[in-house]
């Protein structure tokens, strides 16, 4: 079933999506010390739904800073 997706035009954008979402949520994850977000978030594959719940609903606020803080 996969072996479909991979050749559709969409495969390379959700890839791309998701990995963005997904590197800065690990990254805001593991820079608070959030060791349970960390493993769920590396594990669960969401293409991109709970990293963007996290960034924006779970991960400490600091200010009005980037995303990469």
């Known amino acids: 079933m996969w072996q479909y997706f991979v050749g ?3 495969f390379l954008p959700v890839l791309l999506w998701t990995l963005a979402w997904k590197g800065i ?3 805001k994850s ?3 010390g959030e060791k349970w977000w960390f ?3 590396f ?3 969401t293409i991109g739904i709970l990293e963007i719940v996290y960034i924006f609903g779970f991960a400490k606020k600091k200010g009005l800073k980037n995303l990469m803080d």
Do not use: D, E, K
């Open 8 to 10: 559709s035009p969409f």
């Open 25 to 27: 949520a690990l990254w």
């Open 30 to 32: 593991a820079r608070s």
């Open 39 to 41: 493993v769920a978030l």
């Open 43 to 45: 594990v669960i594959n």
